[in-house]
């Protein structure tokens, strides 16, 4: 990476608590190792996380997962499991599971600004009893990631706040070309925008749990 004299930059952390200052005492000591019967509650209200990873190298990924509210199944007090549905088949975040087993994950619930932080160890998982709680419209998760809980906590709002994130006189989904548009651009130019187009179009929605895969 190459050097620029005008950035500076931060090297230790008594330079980063110089500049942040020390959290409060709350802030310092909300994170905690069970899931408590609020965090239950979230996680039933929940329909999507963000889930990020790394491999051994340090290379890091972040995936979207979602589902109908309360698709995150809770084994016990300190285990959770994710499914996993018909994807991209990159299979990014189980390559980094398999190599590096840390993740950190992040509990949205759309219209609210805080949100659920869980960091543990995963493992993935092919096949266990309760997949059977996580079939929704006939569809088998193909796979789950298991979630061991080191910690978890609420994150504040001020991020989602500041972002206006639920506001919707602020959503400006026109400001950038269409799905089919980025895809025809960047990931397939030999593929006609017309065909991109049918793909993304209302029909997308039956490739999310497909027919028959059970």
Request: with cysteine; hydrophobic share 40%; glycine share 6%.
């Amino acid at each position: 990476m190459a050097t620029d004299p005008t950035v500076q930059t931060v090297d230790s952390p008594a330079e980063l608590r110089r500049i942040l200052g020390e959290p409060s005492t709350r802030a310092a000591n909300k994170a905690r190792p069970r899931l408590h019967a609020m965090d239950r509650r979230w996680l039933a209200a929940s329909r999507f996380c963000l889930v990020a990873s790394s491999d051994a190298a340090g290379r890091c990924d972040v995936s979207p997962k979602g589902d109908p509210a309360g698709f995150v199944h809770v084994l016990d007090d300190v285990t959770i499991a994710v499914p996993e549905r018909s994807g991209n088949r990159r299979a990014d975040t189980f390559h980094n599971v398999l190599d590096n087993p840390h993740v950190g994950l992040l509990f949205m619930i759309p219209g609210r600004t805080d949100t659920l932080r869980v960091n543990g160890r995963a493992r993935v998982v092919s096949d266990a009893p309760y997949f059977e709680a996580m079939v929704v419209k006939g569809h088998r998760p193909q796979l789950a990631l298991q979630v061991a809980i080191d910690e978890l906590f609420y994150h504040c709002a001020k991020a989602f706040l500041r972002a206006e994130l639920w506001s919707a006189d602020t959503w400006t989904p026109e400001a950038l070309p269409s799905r089919a548009h980025i895809v025809k651009a960047i990931e397939a130019p030999q593929t006609s925008l017309q065909e991109l187009e049918h793909y993304y179009g209302p029909a997308y929605a039956d490739s999310l749990y497909p027919s028959g895969d059970v």
